[in-house]
């Protein structure tokens, strides 16, 4: 008996319903929920921890030494810092102040493409620097490190390629460089000048302390080992062993003062302005307000005689010198009534009407088309015109 029932016990255990139990997770899952949920929370925080680790750190700001994307600087952040070069980004003006008083001989870069910076700051960090690399100024940063650059424009779609052309000996050494979406500037010494062009896309003032390049691409991740792109920057930027790396934002806006008024920022000229429109506005108020006689009160509805509604559209075309309206108003009216009188539909065309009158009247029909297809020009034709067409219809009426 003994034997007997623990083959029946084997046999049962692996019936057909445990195994089916075995081979779908779904029904496994269902019996172990809580487990499982325990299980898929581990395994999320565990993904979110190694995708941490593998991500690359760093900002998405253009031309930052954080930015690993192809708009960034850290590619030549890290070479310069081979090179023997202390790369130091600010991100505020104090920074950037406090970085260039702790080196002796600093070299500052700048970008500041929204113009973040007023006049004063910028004489400040100028004189506080040994040498001032600008990328991309605006017009108000170059009037105010007053070192006799001014923009040029752009360099053409054409000159995708630079050549040197200039005396200087990092841009000698460095070669061609990309030209696409870079700006030109005159003044000092410039480099890597277009064809026909006396500005350049790299400008060194005459005593050498401000450099100014014009285009963001060569220092960036996507195009640093472009052409001459990696050696230009390593010569512009990494002539001294400390360089401060300043791009300012919004959090440098002077907000110290208070706010222009609107009548502050208006020009002298504005103050004028007003009364003049409120003249003018009076003006037309009285010339087309004015009323023909009182007001009559009459019952409605009116019944408005047809001759009165002709008259007055006439008077209006008249008053607008409506001339192309009132022939074409004149001709419709002429063409179905031609077409009424001659049976010819609905749909008769004006070419089919004109013809059909020319059969009528025994007439050529190319008279007819003429006349009616005619455009006058002034209101003695159109009145001339209208009394053709009038001709015309009591011709076909009278037969």
């Not at 997770?25 to 593998?54: D, K, M, N, S």
């Not at 696409?180 to 005593?207: I, K, M, N, Q, W």
Request: net charge negative.
């Amino acid at each position: 008996m003994t034997g007997t029932v623990s083959e029946v016990t084997d046999k049962g255990s692996h019936s057909p319903k445990t195994k089916v139990a075995r081979r779908n997770p779904f029904r496994w899952i269902h019996q172990h929920r809580a487990l499982a949920a325990v299980a898929a929370v581990v395994a999320a925080a565990l993904g979110l921890v190694v995708w941490e680790q593998l991500a690359p750190k760093g900002d998405g700001v253009s031309l930052s030494v954080h930015n690993p994307g192809p708009d960034g600087a850290r590619a030549v952040s890290q070479i310069l810092g081979r090179h023997g070069v202390s790369v130091r980004d600010s991100n505020t003006y104090e920074d950037a102040m406090t970085a260039l008083a702790a080196s002796d001989s600093p070299t500052l870069l700048l970008h500041d493409p929204d113009g973040f910076l007023d006049e004063s700051r910028l004489r400040e960090l100028s004189g506080a620097a040994k040498r001032v690399v600008v990328v991309s100024p605006r017009l108000q940063t170059l009037a105010a490190l007053d070192s006799g650059i001014s923009q040029a424009g752009v360099v053409p779609a054409a000159s995708s390629v630079l050549e040197p052309g200039c005396s200087l000996p990092d841009a000698q050494a460095a070669g061609a460089v990309s030209g696409e979406s870079g700006f030109v500037y005159d003044g000092g010494t410039s480099c890597y000048r277009p064809t026909a062009s006396t500005a350049g896309l790299l400008a060194v003032s005459g005593d050498g302390h401000v450099s100014v390049l014009g285009s963001t691409a060569i220092l960036s991740n996507e195009r640093l080992d472009e052409r001459g792109n990696a050696a230009l920057a390593i010569r512009t930027l990494g002539s001294s062993p400390d360089l401060v790396w300043y791009l300012p934002s919004v959090a440098d806006l002077d907000i110290s003062g208070s706010p222009q008024t609107l009548d502050e920022l208006a020009p002298e000229w504005a103050r004028f302005l007003g009364p003049w429109l409120a003249l003018v506005a009076l003006a037309a108020i009285l010339w087309r307000g004015r009323r023909h006689g009182p007001l009559v009160f009459e019952p409605l509805p009116v019944v408005v005689k047809a001759v009165e509604t002709a008259e007055g559209r006439a008077r209006l075309y008249h008053d607008s010198h409506a001339i192309d309206q009132a022939r074409d108003n004149l001709r419709a009216g002429t063409l179905v009534r031609l077409a009424r009188k001659l049976r010819l539909g609905p749909g008769a065309t004006a070419d089919g009407t004109a013809e059909a009158a020319a059969r009528f009247l025994d007439r050529p029909p190319h008279g007819i088309k003429q006349l009616l297809d005619e455009r006058p020009r002034n209101e003695a034709r159109l009145v001339a015109w209208s009394q053709e067409l009038d001709t015309l219809e009591k011709e076909v009426n009278s037969r």
